[in-house]
């Protein structure tokens, strides 16, 4: 484990059984978590958490745990050690998921909708802004996170997202991004405000009927 994600605050949702929040980097299957969650599950100071995982850091990040200290030391490890291990299994599904032919299908069809989808919220990012938008950048972010949240349960927090996708989140991820761009698209040629566009992608998006599935399968 590391601390390059140490600025980063997110929910975990397994908040009812640990206040550890997790941070998985698709792209490398690595795990990562806040030294400033740390500090506070083990209830000593932040400076002081980091000065000894600066000090351990070379023998690795979890042999620092027992060193953190605190009335809460044992529990504390022994919850972050469980927390690792469940996401680490859960990375091991998808890592044989990957393997088979429907996956590699869906990915592949996934990185041509991806493009459409892309190319699109630009076109639109440039519309935007002819027409006034002071913030159209974040329309990027924001319909980019809206298509994949129609459909996907995000949590713990996670980079790389399609990198931790099944076959079928892939297929389904697809279809909605397709349908996302088609509405850009639309919207763009019948030179409606664009507003009303952004208005009209998120409506289309909630009327998705296809269930919520969570990354790595919850």
Do not use: W
């Not at 605050?9 to 990562?32: P, R, V």
């Amino acid at each position: 484990m590391n601390n390059t994600a140490s600025t980063k605050q997110i929910n975990d949702a397994h908040s009812s059984k640990t206040s550890l929040s997790l941070i998985i980097h698709g792209g490398n299957n690595q795990i990562c978590i806040d030294s400033r969650d740390i500090a506070k599950e083990f209830e000593r100071r932040h400076d002081n958490v980091m000065q000894t995982i600066k000090t351990l850091i070379e023998e690795g990040f979890l042999k620092a745990m027992p060193f953190i200290g605190g009335k809460k030391s044992k529990d504390g490890q022994k919850r972050l050690i469980d927390e690792f291990l469940r996401l680490r299994r859960q990375l091991n599904r998808q890592s044989k998921e990957r393997e088979t032919q429907a996956y590699q299908v869906a990915r592949s069809s996934g990185k041509g909708s991806r493009g459409i989808l892309t190319d699109e919220i630009k076109k639109f990012v440039a519309y935007a802004k002819v027409r006034g938008s002071s913030n159209a950048d974040r329309y990027f972010s924001s319909i980019t996170n809206a298509v994949q949240k129609s459909i996907l349960v995000i949590d713990p927090h996670v980079t790389d997202v399609r990198e931790l996708l099944t076959a079928i989140q892939l297929a389904n991820l697809s279809l909605i991004e397709l349908t996302a761009a088609q509405v850009l698209t639309e919207g763009m040629t019948t030179k409606r405000p664009y507003k009303e566009i952004y208005q009209s992608i998120k409506k289309t998006l909630d009327g998705f009927v296809i269930d919520k599935t969570q990354i790595l399968g919850g």
